[in-house]
């Protein structure tokens, strides 16, 4: 499997506002410190990947410096999950009485939160970064790369690179991940789907 191609999708550790379950979809909040001490040195040395990818914002930012403190990461505004507007940090019990709310639940592929993004823009964002990570990654001949993301963004991706499911069927622990292998570059570059999907576990399971 020399010429295997490896795109591992972690997201980012738990931030104070994940532990009480609100939305903060670009809210640009920190990694809780109890969770960078948790994440600090769960991956082997040197790193199994050859380059580090993430969204822009500090918590996934922070994650890919603690898991991957040797190399340089490069951000991608792409990779941002939802926009969900006048929702930002907000919880489900402070929403649960909004009748916006309450439909957007009911169809998240229609609904658009308040001055937020619809899907539809924010899949659109996703595939737009993806095309950007294959520039890159042909440009550089790379084989192993990880994105350090959000949960939306990796639920995406995981639909698209290796099975199609409901967006919320698949379950994406904070500080977790996956790994999709492919077993040949040519399959990778003419977009068939992954041919592995392996579970990466780097912290205890978390609510939020």
Known sequence: MDDAVVVALFRHGLTEENKRQAYIGWTDSPVCEDVREALTGKLPKP??????VTSDLKRCLQTANILFPEQTPISFSEFRELHFGDWEGKTYAELSDDPNYKEWLNNQYEKIPPNGESYSVFSD???KGWQGVLTMMEKNNTHRIVIVTH??????LLSKLYEKRDFWEW???HGNGFELVWSSDEDFRGGERCTLLRAVSLTESRNG
Do not use: C, F, L
Not at 47 to 52: F, G, H, L, N, T
């Open 151 to 156: 949960g939306g963004v990796i639920r995406y």
């Open 171 to 173: 379950k994406v622990p």
């Open 125 to 127: 964002r996703i595939e």
């Open 47 to 52: 790193s199994p990947y050859e380059q580090i």
